[in-house]
């Protein structure tokens, strides 16, 4: 079977009715405050040195390479958790390998874009996805739309929570990262670099997924559990992260899955080829503690916590189109998780 064409970015169908509303988003950095929450503090013994890092117009690799350049370690000696957008206030773990000798205190360190809190020991260096997940403040402004349809889709997503799509981020510019990743596994072109390669790679993956994700919501299968559904330790249905090895869903919700993989075969056999074993993600996000108020009438703040590997965005879409001027000025995709 010959492949659908691969669009530039998955399309995404909200699980509610949309409400027409529209508002400004990260008008300033602090309408955006993202605080990790770690999987657990540091001992306060060991190898490495854990720091918490608030952030305030600085990208998280660049925050690593001026830490590592500050204690004089390697880049490849610093650890973290998750990356968090620029365009925000954010809070997040740094991890830096120092074995030996007195470590410099990097609360003292000044720069105009991040500051260091605090640091401690602990025994082991941070890695992806080590984190709890992340909560949210997000200040709307100039909301303009029904409040009555923002406030009953809001009520909803408190309830059975949003559709877990990866966010645009994960796409790359313009789905960017997915047109690359399709043409290494085309053998057009050829990838040397290993993150390169490691990002292209989770581009298509994630295409994938929520192509899968998209289908059961135009069939109006996303709320329910489906016969042959794996569904994960809370009990929702998950969908698949293509790689080798069989497909673990099967009756109706396996040839679900098995109608996007023919639509896409030849993105779904290069990840076998490529090595990736096959994985479940939960299809639903639920955010624990949503919470909104109107401080002004064309204002609304939202607060609420995401389990790691879920994105704010998937919430926000599904209550209103979000704007981003200065993302947009500088043609940056979002980089909301």
């Not at 990743?181 to 997924?209: D, H, Q, T």
Request: glycine share 8%; proline share 8%.
């Amino acid at each position: 079977m010959t492949d659908a064409p691969t669009p530039t970015l998955p399309h995404c169908p909200p699980a509610y009715p949309p409400t027409g509303a529209s508002a400004t988003l990260k008008q300033f950095k602090e309408d955006f405050v993202v605080t990790e929450l770690p999987l657990q503090p540091p001992s306060g013994a060991g190898e490495h040195l854990w720091l918490e890092v608030e952030k305030n117009g600085a990208n998280t690799a660049f925050v690593a390479q001026q830490l590592a350049a500050a204690a004089g370690v390697k880049d490849w000696d610093v650890g973290y958790a998750g990356l968090k957008d620029r365009y925000a206030l954010t809070r997040q773990g740094f991890s830096l390998y120092f074995p030996k000798g007195e470590a410099p205190d990097l609360t003292q360190l000044q720069h105009p874009e991040f500051r260091v809190l605090s640091q401690s020991r602990h025994l082991k260096k941070l890695r992806p996805g080590d984190l709890q997940g992340n909560r949210f403040r997000i200040v709307l402004r100039d909301v303009m739309g029904d409040r009555g349809a923002i406030e009953a889709n809001l009520q909803a997503v408190a309830a059975q929570g949003v559709p877990n799509y990866f966010g645009p981020q994960r796409f790359g510019f313009e789905g960017g990262n997915v047109e690359q990743g399709r043409a290494m596994l085309a053998r057009e072109i050829r990838v040397r670099n290993p993150k390169k390669k490691g990002l292209y790679l989770s581009a298509v993956r994630s295409f994938v997924f929520n192509e899968v994700l998209a289908l059961r919501i135009q069939q109006r299968l996303w709320g329910q559990t489906l016969p042959g559904d794996m569904l994960d330790a809370a009990g929702l249905p998950t969908g698949p992260l293509w790689g080798r090895g069989r497909v673990t869903s099967t009756d109706r919700a396996q040839a679900l899955e098995h109608a996007v993989a023919e639509r896409h075969a030849s993105l779904c056999d290069g990840l076998e080829h490529a090595g990736l074993e096959q994985e479940r993600r939960s299809l639903v996000a639920r955010p624990a503690d949503l919470a909104w108020e109107w401080p002004q009438a064309d204002q609304l703040v939202l607060s609420f916590f995401l389990p790691a590997g879920t994105y704010a965005t998937s919430v926000l879409a599904e209550i209103l189109r979000a704007v981003e001027p200065q993302r947009q000025a500088e043609n940056e995709p979002p980089a909301v998780e």
